[in-house]
């Protein structure tokens, strides 16, 4: 069973910057790809950034420019780096690795950005 963790989160003023990680563990198998959605109370869940163990990164357009997502394959971990944060990117961030076309999540990470 493939276990994901993320760790990270707090709270930040606005303009400030912040990093998460999320590391995926008991695969015998590499994920294929790792990604980072976000989840704002009453609102639907959405994609922040992809990172495929092959191919290209996706970015969400409100994120572009601000955050960047990278991987370590050596340690199954995927970072997001969040810079010039807005309170608008509140939300639980939560991590996701395929796993051989399965999807495993993360419990999420609170990231509060205050005004």
């Known amino acids: 069973q493939v276990q994901v963790a993320e760790s990270g989160g707090g709270s930040v003023r606005a303009g400030g910057s912040m990093r998460l990680s999320c590391t995926a563990s008991?695969?015998?198998?590499?994920?294929?790809?790792m990604a980072w959605y976000r989840q704002a109370p009453g609102k639907q869940r959405e994609l922040v950034a992809t990172?495929?163990?092959?191919?290209?990164?996706v970015y969400a357009d409100s994120v572009k420019g601000r955050f960047t997502i990278s991987r370590d394959n050596a340690k199954n971990t995927v970072y997001l780096q969040m810079n010039s944060l807005k309170p608008e990117d509140t939300a639980v961030y939560l991590c996701?690795?395929?796993?051989?076309?399965?999807?495993?999540w993360g419990q999420g990470t609170q990231v509060t950005v205050s005004s």
């Open positions: 996701t690795a395929v796993v051989r076309v399965k999807h495993y």
């Open positions: 008991g695969s015998m198998f590499d994920p294929d790809v």
């Open positions: 990172i495929p163990s092959l191919g290209s990164i």
